[in-house]
């Protein structure tokens, strides 16, 4: 009798790994359910509860059934209220066809990068990156085009070198800003050149906003306030962290008629409709009073520059001053090799399990000399993680 080999899982499974930030966290989780006090820097998740207006919103949607399927790109109401908030905030045009809720904006990202990326297309991703931009351009089969950022520039992405990446095979740019893990900003001219540039080439600009509000620089721009390029912009939009709503999965996408078309038909084979009760509170954010996200804003500014002075009083960690997002990425460099630390994943798994301090490694979003410390967290877990630290750091000698 002869058996046939039969390989079980797909390559373009076996083409991606599972987020580093989640395995961090799921270690984490694990020795908090074991008793263990942790400052945890892990989680890139608003440490706020969701303002109560978005809340009742639920309640009500719940009470009153609203418990049906609805349009498989989201109810017109919801998109309406994406794209009045979208134009309101950044001058963009979208209407209601050109916008799909989705569940999450790690959908949007996910469905757009699989409607227009093809085997062998060359997507331009600059360094360092959100995990999920590499694996998901992987899965699509595309080929990932990394530019290099320096440092002793806060990390800044030019036109100039968006251009020098671009080949005849390159379908797509992603930009995120502000940017996780960096919290760099790319600045209005330079954000308007590359869509500029991208538009003029027929190149595809996936911009992912989902901390667009958490601007520090006072000058918060869209992909979307070119509205003579909208043919080859595609906004990815999230809920997540403007409104502290991270577990209610709420996203979406504005874009060209005919992308937003496919990622709703996609969508209408995996996922359908985002929950209705979800839509309802989307609606309730959307349209609703606004002070809670400038709140949060400056909220989050306190504990940038909270954490900020704290490295200050570490000796050898040096970090970028980040204008956007709730992330710091500070330079570990100065500790690797001390105490048989090889890389920033060691001394990330040597944090967690010595000092009790939650980091993501930066080879997660590859750079090998930082780690991410998210600080939407309360002011006291930042002042116990940066004695953590400059206590853990000192034993290294
Ligand atoms: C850069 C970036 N894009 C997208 C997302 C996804 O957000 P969500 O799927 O919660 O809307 C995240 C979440 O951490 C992110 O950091």
């Known amino acids: 009798m002869s058996t046939t080999a039969m390989k079980v899982l797909t390559d373009r499974i076996n083409r991606i790994e599972v987020s580093a930030t989640m395995a961090i966290t799921a270690e984490a989780l694990k020795m908090e359910a074991a008793g263990t006090s942790l400052a945890n ?4 998740e608003p440490h706020f509860a969701t303002p109560k207006h978005i809340k009742d919103a639920a309640i009500d949607a719940i009470e009153k059934n609203f418990s049906k399927y609805t349009n498989v790109a989201g109810m017109p109401a919801v998109r309406k209220a994406v794209v009045e908030r979208h134009s309101a905030d950044f001058g963009s045009n979208y209407t209601v ?20 990326v093809d085997h062998g297309d060359e997507v331009i991703l600059p360094v360092p990156y959100w995990v999920s931009f590499k694996d998901i351009i992987q899965y699509a089969g595309g080929k990932v085009v990394l530019v290099e950022s320096d440092e002793r520039e ?17 379908k797509a740019i992603i930009l995120n800003t502000p940017s996780n893990p960096s919290g760099a900003v790319v600045s209005p001219a330079d954000l308007e050149a590359i869509v500029r540039l991208a538009h003029a080439r027929g190149i595809y600009v996936l911009l992912d906003e989902c901390y667009v509000y958490l601007n520090f620089t006072g000058a918060a721009v869209s992909g979307g306030t070119f509205t003579d390029c909208k043919e080859h912009v595609v906004i990815l939009g999230s809920l997540s962290k403007t409104y502290a709503m991270t577990g209610w999965r709420a996203g979406f996408a504005l874009g060209p008629k005919q992308v937003i078309s496919a990622m709703s038909k996609l969508q209408s084979q995996s996922t359908s409709n985002t929950t209705s009760i979800v839509q309802k509170a989307a609606i309730a954010a959307l349209t609703g009073p606004q002070e809670c996200v400038a709140e949060m804003r400056a909220d989050y500014l306190k ?33 690797i090799g001390k105490g048989g630390i090889k890389s920033t994943s060691e001394l990330a798994s040597r944090l967690l399990t010595e000092a009790h301090v939650v980091v993501v490694p930066g080879e997660a979003f590859g750079t090998s000399e930082h780690v991410r410390l998210s600080y939407a967290v309360s002011a006291d877990v930042v002042d116990e993680g940066v004695k953590r630290m400059r206590e853990y750091f000192k034993t290294l000698g």
Do not use: H, W
Request: glycine share 10%; proline share 5%; net charge negative.
């Open 303 to 335: 504990l940038r520059n909270q954490i900020l002075a704290g490295f200050e009083t570490i000796p050898g960690l040096t970090c970028t001053v980040p204008q956007g997002a709730f992330y710091v990425y500070p330079n570990v460099s100065a500790f």
């Open 41 to 44: 820097f892990g989680a890139g």
């Open 97 to 116: 066809e050109e916008c799909v809720f989705t569940t999450g904006g790690k959908l949007a990202l996910f469905n757009a990068v699989q409607v227009l």
């Open 154 to 170: 806060d990390f800044r992405i030019t036109a100039a070198m968006i251009e020098a990446a671009i080949t005849p095979r390159t």
